[in-house]
């Protein structure tokens, strides 16, 4: 597949939003790299994976077309050597949390699964009306609010969109990591219960991850929508909007604590426009199809949050709010396939602001294709690379 999964959308277009779309067992087939069969010893006791573990994880990413965007900086946590990533405020960010974890606990970090298991637990079993999947307190009020104008302001069928939160709690819960280790992963009960456990306590031996309950775990927002989806069990899942703890944590880290999350919540429902409008179709393919999609969520995002029955918010605040959300995930700037330059996602950002601006006067919400086809036409010159 030459272009990106319509159904899973990262925050920002990262290689996990790329991963090729696959039918369940269709990885589990192909060769495997050899891969380990413990991580490193933390506290002395190795934890012993699952066998065929990479095989499985690699078959889950693919079936889900998402997988953390903290494993490139946990790799390079490893190996300074292995930078895709340029400095950025996420890379310092991520630098700090895991700055004084031991080598071994990064390979856990790597190899367990742990980095991927909250997010997939979300988007399998997490529904609206569970508590343990609700916003953290202080974002509760203001998301919800936020996401109930989005679903106003929009003129597509949204009311079917759950609006939930990804706590690393999780992996404190053997439980619920037996579920997802048996549904999704396909492992025995058997196998699945004493590496449930095994996650949990050796989580417990790295003080530092705090049970599961760190960022590191959670750096991450995505759009999901069943529709499209041909297997079956993923089709059935209703649609979602999932904002991570970790994303969250970042946001307030990058000072942004007032209009980040509501920011990204703007760039996120705005795939869902894309899902329900499908505006995922153009002539485009690969990279540029998907920095086509991620720059018109970025307008759409910041359409919605700036115009006055939007949000209403500052738009010089909202522009900086989706250039630093963006960095989650995409990281290769130098890469000519990349999805996007800061430039262009600030370009995209401001045409939306632009275009909710003019709309001051007569309070008028444009429908959603009106704003894609100017999008669209808008686009070759927000790419330019000669535009400022
Ligand atoms: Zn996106």
């Known amino acids: 597949m030459t272009s990106c999964p319509r159904w899973a959308v990262t925050v920002s277009a990262g290689l996990a939003l790329c991963a090729a779309a696959?039918?369940?067992?269709?990885?589990?087939?192909a060769p495997a790299p050899p891969a380990p069969t413990s991580a490193s010893a933390v506290g002395g006791?190795?934890?012993?994976?699952?066998t065929g573990w990479a095989v499985r994880r690699t078959a889950v990413a693919e079936r889900t077309g998402l997988r953390s965007p903290a494993a490139a900086h946990v790799r390079?946590?490893?190996?300074?050597?292995d930078?895709?990533?340029g400095a950025t405020q996420l890379s310092g960010y991520v630098g700090g949390l895991l700055g004084g974890l031991s080598g071994s606990a990064l390979q856990f970090l790597l190899t367990s699964g742990a980095l991927d298991f909250p997010t997939y637990d979300a988007l399998f079993f997490g529904t609206s009306r569970d508590p343990r999947y609700a916003p953290p307190a202080q974002h509760r009020a203001p998301l919800t609010r936020a996401f109930r104008d989005a679903q106003r302001f929009w003129d597509v069928p949204s009311g079917d969109i759950e609006l939930l939160a990804m706590h690393g709690t999780v992996l404190q819960d053997r439980v619920r990591l037996t579920r997802l280790l048996t549904v999704v992963y396909g492992l025995d009960r058997a196998d699945a219960e004493p590496y449930?456990?095994?996650?949990?306590d050796t989580l417990a031996q790295?003080?530092?991850?705090?049970?599961?309950?760190?960022?590191?775990?959670?750096?991450n927002a995505f759009a999901f929508t069943a529709e499209g989806q041909s297997d079956p069990f993923v089709a059935a899942l209703p649609d979602k909007l999932v904002f991570g703890?970790?994303?969250?944590?970042?946001?307030e880290h990058a000072g942004l604590g007032d209009v980040g999350a509501r920011a990204v919540l703007g760039h996120e429902f705005g795939h869902h426009v894309q899902f329900e409008r499908d505006l995922f179709a153009s002539p485009l393919v690969g990279a540029e199809a998907t920095r086509r999609t991620e720059l018109m969520a970025d307008a759409f995002g910041t359409y919605f949050a700036t115009h006055k029955r939007g949000l209403a918010l500052n738009a010089r605040r909202v522009v900086q709010a989706q250039q630093t959300f963006f960095e989650v995930g995409d990281c290769g700037?130098?890469?000519p396939g990349h999805h996007g330059t800061p430039l262009q996602r600030r370009r995209a950002s401001e045409w939306g602001a632009a275009l909710a601006a003019r709309a001051r006067a007569q309070g008028k919400v444009l429908p959603s294709m009106t704003v894609a086809r100017q999008f669209d036409a808008a686009l070759p010159g927000l790419v330019a690379p000669d535009a400022r």
């Open 22 to 29: 696959l039918v369940p067992g269709t990885a589990a087939a």
């Open 45 to 50: 006791d190795a934890l012993r994976l699952p």
């Open 76 to 81: 390079r946590a490893i190996d300074p050597a």
């Open 83 to 85: 930078h895709t990533c």
């Open 196 to 200: 449930a456990s095994a996650v949990v």
């Open 206 to 219: 790295i003080p530092e991850l705090r049970g599961g309950d760190h960022p590191i775990f959670t750096l």
């Open 245 to 251: 703890d970790g994303i969250l944590d970042f946001l």
């Open 333 to 335: 700037f130098e890469d």
